[in-house]
């Protein structure tokens, strides 16, 4: 790992939390780079190495425990200082001139930042920052339509969220400073103080953003999208309308979406295809005559057949339909979905169904709203067109090359 004096191009070090969410990006990027010539080394779980590999990348094996300063993990993990002291010394060796670091993958960051490397923090959802006169990020609420509620939020803003006393966040944040402080960096002077001040690409749609004030260091890329080779799979035989349900890799290990949507369907006129998104799983329940439930697919192929998707609200899930402009409903199991599905009705390209309200009537009546209202699938395909035209991970990778410029 020696860097070598005659090198072509940039050293980058690109790290991400290994959750496919996570990682799918930070491989567009780093696989975008390597294409333009860059010595790229990616940083996350050891399951994606031969990926990683596969796309001419060194891989550097995450830890995937860690312990946070009072917050224990399993297993006697090694502490976040210690690991990023680790990423240092590997640094050494390598002699990256830009590190990209996924905004859950902390340890890379804080390794950066004691080499003195510049870093870059890589957002693959919309931008979490709080913004005074919208509501916090993990509320996952719609912005205020007049004066009065965005004096509102305002004046409430700061009080709830992550920095109301005594919540999971705040102890995670006093952790982090614990850590920091232990590596010999200053206390974070904001909540959001591991985005970083030098540049942060925030891989989502620009209609998915509410209007806020931006620093100057953030840029809306567009989605970086990567997808794994699979084979094709066969589609529900027919002309009718074709329903994707993509599920959740993390937030539904019961599969209720999937059986949901498969009773909400059945008697609609309708072809539905539902993936586990879980390689070697099988479907053992009941499946309709004009539906079919397989363990992966090519989002590729579905969504090119398809006219309409339902899904948990994954960023990338969504991204993927809004790029394919297929109208989408979006069931939010968790806060980061929720956040993804208010945001995506606030857009008109789909529609949110509250987690609580989930049911084969409510989903039904979702579904048939998607393909019935010619409004949705037009404001789905002006996101499509606006994607063809926005490349996210090459505009990543002109803004990292720019950055490790001015280094």
Do not use: K
């Amino acid at each position: 790992m020696t860097a070598a004096a005659d090198d072509a191009g940039t050293r980058v070090l690109v790290a991400a939390v290994g959750w496919t969410g996570h990682v799918f990006p930070a491989l567009a990027l780093a696989g975008e780079l390597r294409r333009r010539g860059h010595r790229v080394a990616l940083e996350t779980f050891e399951r994606w190495r031969v990926v990683a590999e596969g796309l001419g990348l060194e891989f550097w094996a995450a830890e995937e425990q860690i312990e946070l300063a009072g917050i224990a993990a399993p297993g006697g993990a090694p502490s976040l200082a210690a690991v990023a002291r680790g990423l240092v010394a590997g640094m050494e060796r390598f002699a990256p001139q830009v590190v990209v670091s996924d905004l859950y993958t902390v340890a890379p960051a804080l390794a950066a930042e004691v080499a003195g490397v510049p870093r870059a923090s890589l957002i693959p959802h919309p931008y979490p920052a709080l913004e005074p006169g919208l509501p916090p990020y993990p509320l996952g609420l719609a912005p205020p339509r007049t004066p009065l509620g965005s004096a509102a939020w305002r004046a409430i803003g700061p009080l709830v969220g992550p920095r109301l006393p005594n919540t999971q966040l705040r102890r995670v944040r006093a952790a982090l400073d614990r850590e920091r402080a232990a590596l010999g960096l200053a206390p974070y002077t904001e909540y959001d103080g591991q985005i970083s001040e030098q540049l942060s690409l925030v891989a989502t749609f620009p209609q998915l953003e509410y209007p806020r004030a931006w620093p100057r260091t953030a840029h809306v890329t567009g989605p970086m999208a990567f997808e794994l080779a699979h084979p094709e799979v066969e589609l529900p035989p027919g002309d009718r309308p074709l329903v994707l349900v993509a599920a959740s890799t993390e937030r539904d290990p019961a599969d209720q979406l999937i059986e949901t949507t498969l009773a909400a369907l059945a008697r609609e006129p309708v072809r539905v295809v539902a993936t586990l998104n879980r390689r070697g799983s099988r479907w053992t329940r009941p499946t309709p005559g004009n539906a079919t439930v397989v363990d992966w697919l090519s989002y590729g192929q579905a969504m090119a057949a398809a006219s309409a998707v339902v899904c948990h609200g994954g960023h990338g899930t969504v991204a993927r339909a809004l790029a394919a402009g297929l109208p989408t409903a979006v069931c939010p199991p968790a806060g980061d979905m929720a956040v993804n599905g208010a945001r995506l009705a606030w857009s008109e390209a789909g529609l949110m169904l509250p987690h609580r309200l989930l049911g084969p009537r409510p989903l039904r009546l979702a579904v048939r709203r998607l393909l019935a209202e010619p409004s949705f699938a037009r404001r789905a395909g002006e996101i499509a067109a606006w994607a063809r035209e926005h490349d996210g991970a090459a505009r990543g990778a002109d803004l990292v090359e720019r950055l490790a410029a001015s280094g």
